[in-house]
């Protein structure tokens, strides 16, 4: 038996299979794509890492953008409408964004510098019993290809059959950084959310804009635009909504710079959040365990997908290397480890996306635009989700909360 | 609201009521005995505290009695019939027994110097909506007084629906002590065991010993003979069940000093295994958390029963002090918590019970005879139960382990 097989060679499956590297567990990472395509072709995602997830960068040597030079410390807020609100949080460390197509494809080279195998081959949920033949352990880290689909979907933890926002995310040049530099997250109640992120990409420093349009209001239709059938519509949208709705990144936009980086920096799709059981049992009895996508997928609205990704695979990992014995005592012990952090993640994003915001939401972001060290709390909490959560989960413990604080 | 409310005055609502006290939150304890009758009448048990809970010991203040000057390092095994074997295990560090009604008024003591509030008085089923509405959480830390049946019995971790074994515990003067000093496990294969430990009580250093008898088997009756109507025919019984079932510690024995310390240092009787649920909604919808025997009831063959309440009672507090909010997600969170440990130590004791043994424990205690190291990692795991069931959950799991071990 050969080891650990890896189907995904997304975050999830990379942070995985270094950890396992790194203590001379055998892996093999089965991937879709080539380094070389992980590394072109269109933009994958807009994804910050947070402190909680550098220190795992760190830990497996692979700290290759500093956050120090790469990174930022605050979230700028803005929110529209009746609320009327701006105000700035401190991430407490900083936190960073780089270009997924540098990112994955180095993560992967410091993989095989390290020893692990990787098998350039698509795998489909036919392949699994053959996999689990040759490896001690088979993880699923991808839910594409169908493999999201060999996991049930917990429905107690997964509110939505449909997607809550369509989404469009692009790298633009022309938009002045915040004082002090930071990620802006402006709220336009109704209508949707802009997502603003410094980050590192093949041009250098670029703003990366990711809208979250809620279907059927003002933005919607930018997500519908086709960008390379008109390009210059498509960047007199993009203001327009800018102008309209998101004024706190539109006042530092300078036109005559303002653009897309490239064609292909530019994604455009819709997600629905989805938690699925922690691993599955193929026909010969043998534990499939479910990573990344393939176990939770949620919205971008408070960027956690691939730093919950990166928490789980470490937990796994940690599992893996103090009791490598893969049956369903150890699914069961991995399920355990993540599952408040996996289910926190998930519940406080889908918090963030009800329309109208819940009433103790409100209060949060009220309290938040006059006390600075709310707003510290909530944006620190970026790294500790469970710890939002335990904030955010019921009015009364938003309430508790807020007069431990006042 | 005042607090939290602890109903139960054993190792579970002391350590419990003592770390929260060390954190200043007020903590009312109910006892349904004074600190006196904890002091006297009969002996109550006969616990060992392994390192894992003499450190929380240590964190709370409460070393009164050191494992340097009251501990023993070592576990010696004797295992009668077909397999006949004789070998030692290390502890790793020292575990040490003192008699509870010497610990529990001494730990009662240092909760109310500590501030702690003790009430004494029986809590009863009925009792638990007052005490809701007087303290901010309620925890029910005995099984007395139909306590335990507030909590729903889950099934499946609970296989028995009556004893497994009967007990008959005693302090015991005229045995000398093993060499090296320790703890002795005695199986006879079909019978039942005796657990023999080096305690220290109001006579000073004295020897426990822990009958457990298969219910039919060959010293059932000694369980079933009442001391007190004659007290001769009962030192001879001890004596016979020695010499014919448990040589190794019959060796030692010196007949002119052997007997009884006193009367009342003799209990006898039987015990349901059984795990409850984390916690139950009253009808108000307030949640009681269930610590100690209201939580795990488990059988005394390995000595757990007292660790595991320390261990679930230091759970529920570090819970308590970081995310003060009683509600469901609380509870959730303690029984996530504590889940592993507690139902490990469930499932390995109640492998323990099996009659006759498990073929792949008789594994692991053929290798214990043959390898000392893979005894010191069985008695270590006194320590942790939980890596304890990562061997024994399995005929594989244990037979991967003896593989890497030799």
């Known amino acids: 038996m050969d080891g650990i097989g890896i189907a995904g060679a997304g975050v999830a499956g990379l942070h995985l299979g270094l950890l396992l590297r790194r203590n001379d567990i055998p892996v093999t990472l089965y991937s879709d794509r080539t380094p070389e395509q992980l590394g072109s072709g269109r933009l994958p995602a807009a994804v910050a890492h947070h402190d909680t997830t550098l220190a ?28 009327q609100a701006r105000f700035t949080g401190s991430l407490g460390a900083p936190s960073r964004a780089v270009d997924y197509r540098m990112y994955l494809p180095r993560l992967l080279r410091d993989f095989t510098d390290a020893g692990g195998k990787l098998d350039i081959r698509s795998i489909a949920p036919q392949d699994l019993t053959e996999l689990s033949q040759r490896h001690e352990l088979v993880v699923v880290a991808t839910g594409r290809s169908g493999l999201s689909g060999v ?14 926002r369509k989404l469009c995310a692009g790298l633009y040049t022309g938009v002045a950084a915040a004082d002090p530099p930071g990620v802006t997250l402006s709220i336009a109640p109704g209508d949707g959310e802009l997502i603003e992120i410094p980050m590192h990409s093949f041009a250098g420093s670029v703003t990366a804009l990711f809208f979250e349009a809620v279907p059927g209001g003002a933005f919607e239709a930018l997500v519908e635009t086709d960008q390379s059938a008109d390009p210059a519509a498509f960047r007199d949208r993009v203001l327009r909504v800018l102008r309209e709705h998101h004024p706190s990144v539109h006042e530092r936009v300078e036109p005559a710079r303002f653009g897309l980086t490239d064609e292909l920096d530019l994604v455009q799709g819709a997600i629905t959040p989805r938690i699925n059981e922690d691993y599955a049992l193929l026909d010969n009895g043998r534990p499939v365990v479910a990573l990344g996508d393939a176990h939770a997928v949620v919205d971008p609205v408070v960027g956690q997908g691939a730093n919950c ?70 944006t620190g909490n970026f790294n500790h989700p469970d710890r939002q959560w335990d904030i955010l989960a019921t009015p009364e413990r938003t309430r508790a909360f807020l007069s431990r604080m006042s």
Request: with cysteine.
């Open 309 to 378: 990704a990166s928490y789980s695979a470490w937990q796994l990992g940690q599992t893996i290397l103090q009791d490598p014995n893969f049956d369903e005592r150890f699914c069961g012990k991995v399920a355990e480890r993540r599952r408040d952090r996996v289910h926190a993640t998930s519940d406080w994003t889908n918090l963030m996306l009800e329309v109208p915001p819940p009433q103790h939401l409100l209060e949060m972001i009220t309290a938040m635009s006059r006390e600075r060290a709310v707003a510290d709390v909530f």
């Open 151 to 164: 996991f049930e979907r917990v429905a107690a933890k997964s509110p939505f059959t449909s997607p809550q």
């Open 56 to 83: 795992r960068e760190r830990a497996l040597g692979v700290q290759h953008w500093s956050a120090a030079e790469y990174g930022y410390d605050v979230h700028h807020h803005y929110v529209g409408g009746p609320l």
